[in-house]
């Protein structure tokens, strides 16, 4: 597949008007202002087109898409416990698969490529990655409330144990597998600590909620005297290569000692907004050199996993938070979407257009009303039309959804299935 | 025309989740759960389809759109005195007509359906939006910089009364004209008190940019010993009804003063959060008796003219701002994005659906993946697809927009006409 004559926006926020972008098996093979020499097969005419790396949702729970809108305008703690830990009480494994074909569906027809997720039932959202064509690393999200448990004797441990032999590397590393403790307060240092060995036995990325919540943070330092930052370091998790989800309430030392270990900070504004947690000084961070990548959160807080949606409401929100309107350009912020997520992930080879990369591509229709006048790409992308203008998704160069129209996916048979699972369990 | 069988959400956010609604001329005439008596003639389907209020823009400046992505992440004084004011100098009579068509279309097909502008070359603007048959308030803004001009000698006066003469009311009352001083910063307490008496002589509704920044709020205070609000109310201009735009560093005292008054707030969190403005207290001014509505602001601070994007960003940024999930639920916010904009405009047929109403409709297509599932219809409009749902548009009862096509606007030729006009004047 070759792109020809076509916008190119690269990670950094660099705009290329014109070029030509040849795509061979899953890699990009070509970049240049002139038509390569080769024979790159399918041509797609770039006219009134701009091609972008795909988008990389560094924190969801793609399966939670089932709850989207169930639990509205409530604080966390009521929104936890009187409707999503009653709901997922329910689940069964058919749900969570056309739950994350759901929430796959949206990203793919949003322009995101890869995601991180964390949750119960991997395995059906392994299968629906799979079939779909989206990259993911997925994480059993691992939680003990019993204080006679160790980590070996938790189902999380035979799960992620399963997951790392069956699905690890898959599909010529589409699907890689994360180890992935909950958070602080719904583990302890033994099991943290037990979980990080696993990860480096193992050479896995680990994925953690850090620092959510004001009570969560301090809760953490009564009961331990340290933050919960600092616990992992601790309990020797930041050895490990890492995502943190959240971190709204990051201490300044926090983000130092992150600072110092191969940690991400995945942003989720909208969802932070909405929960009423606070807001992450995520422009501070990045100044003080923690790499911060972007996550929507799952449907069930956000109430979409758009990321173009997602990287416009954290840019809005650094500089009405500042008071500076030049506090994250837009530049900084595209980087965060797409190559600080796919680092995130550990797929170094993902994230930006160039030749080796792999073809993890978003098209966007630039004569979408909202992307004129064409006085800035980049902030017209970012500020302007959003995801609207997706009109091809592409992922390990393969065409995964074009005008409209899933590759893939049955879309209809997909909202069919969602609806009836959902109905299933609100009867009960 | 009648829509059968259709889910609507009423301006409170109560949801029916199947009705008829019937549409003769400008107005809806039957509302019921059951088929009407009467023939309405065309019959619209509303399997899968929401019917909702028209979005009410309380705030723009649509000529502006021109103006997309044309000063990027710089704070307010850089912005204005370096990109904008310079490309203003430049504009003609064509421009603004083009610039006004492109955010009209834009308005449209996000289900927007009535908005308040205030710019300049207001003739153009008027012309736009009686050939697009969306519904606006056209206020000329006034502004003075000359110590020894009244107000009955600037243009803004002359414009303003020959706006009066020929637009006031036209076309049923779609068109009507506001007094619309810039801003207290950019006029004098004279010129401020004339245009309320011009206002009133007429019976007119005012619109004013107040109290946006910081510095603008401290400066009046410095000049004139009140706040721009105590200002206002000094000179008598909070004697006729009032929109004021953003009001991000009101005081309590300000807006215990303006609820005293026919005043609506026009709050524009999306800009104030670009330019660094600040983030306005609205869930406090609403809890105060202050009547609050929703604008975009114009597209050079937005980027675009979504009204589904600025309410959910208003919701979300109100809860997030407040650590508290619950501030600004969905009805309240869906209210202030129609009947509270309705009213702000003195439109009081406006903004709902019920029987003796304007026919200002907008249909959202809920097969939609982010309407799925269907656990909650007002937060899935707001939170979720936003206005990608949108599939038609309706004003005074006649179809503007269905489909992805506008029955009033070539599209491709306003296109065309607005980046010729831009690039026109960025080439002088």
Chains 1, 2 share one sequence.
């Not at 770039?46 to 809108?69: E, I």
């Not at 949003?110 to 991180?116: A, D, I, K």
């Not at 589409?174 to 990860?199: C, M």
């Amino acid at each position: 597949m070759i792109f020809e004559n076509i916008a190119v926006l690269k990670a950094d926020g660099t705009y290329l008007p014109s070029c030509y972008v040849g795509v061979q098996g899953a890699y990009i093979r070509y970049v240049g202002e002139t038509p390569p020499a080769e024979d790159y097969g399918e041509r797609v005419d770039g006219n009134h087109r701009l091609l972008l790396p795909g988008f990389v949702n560094a924190h969801t729970h793609v399966a939670m898409t089932l709850m989207r809108g169930y639990g509205e305008d409530m604080p966390l703690q009521s929104w936890l416990f009187d409707r999503i830990f009653p709901f997922e009480d329910k689940l069964s494994s058919d749900a969570v698969y056309w739950g994350s074909m759901l929430g796959i569906a949206e990203m793919l027809m949003t322009g995101t490529t890869s995601f991180t997720d964390m949750y119960y039932f991997c395995e059906d959202t392994v299968r629906a990655v799979m079939e779909s064509g989206i990259k993911a690393n997925i994480g059993r999200g691992i939680s003990c409330f019993d204080a006679t448990k160790r980590f070996a004797d938790l189902p999380a441990y035979t799960d992620t144990k399963a997951l790392i032999a069956q699905y690890h590397g898959a599909e010529d590393g589409r699907v890689l597998v994360d180890v992935a403790p909950h958070a602080e307060y719904t583990t302890r240092p033994d099991i943290l600590h037990d979980a990080a060995e696993l990860a480096a036995e193992h050479g896995l990325r680990m994925h953690i909620h850090l620092s959510e919540t004001a009570s969560e943070h301090k809760e953490c330092v009564g009961r331990h005297g340290y933050t919960p930052t600092r616990l992992l370091e601790q309990v020797g998790m930041l050895t490990q290569p890492l995502t943190v989800a959240h971190g709204v309430w990051l201490t300044d030392d926090d983000v130092c000692c992150l600072s110092q270990h191969d940690v991400t900070l995945a942003h989720c504004a909208k969802s932070n907004l909405k929960l009423g947690s606070g807001i992450a000084q995520v422009e501070k961070y990045r100044t003080m050199g923690l790499p911060v990548a972007i996550g929507t959160d799952s449907a069930a807080s956000n109430n979409v996993l758009d990321m173009v949606d997602e990287m416009r409401t954290a840019a809005l929100l650094a500089k009405g938070a500042a008071c500076n309107a030049g506090a994250l350009p837009a530049g900084e912020m595209l980087h965060m979407g797409t190559r600080a997520g796919a680092l995130s992930q550990g797929r170094t080879d993902c994230g930006d257009i160039a030749e080796g990369y792999r073809a993890d591509l978003v098209v966007m229709d630039t004569t979408h009303p909202a992307l004129c006048p064409a006085n800035a790409p980049l902030s017209n992308v970012l500020y302007g039309a959003g995801s609207r203008a997706v009109c091809m998704t592409v992922v390990d160069g393969r065409i995964v959804y074009r005008f409209g129209e899933f590759t893939t996916l049955d879309m209809e048979r997909i909202r069919f299935e969602v609806q009836r699972a959902v109905d299933q369990i609100t009867a009960q």
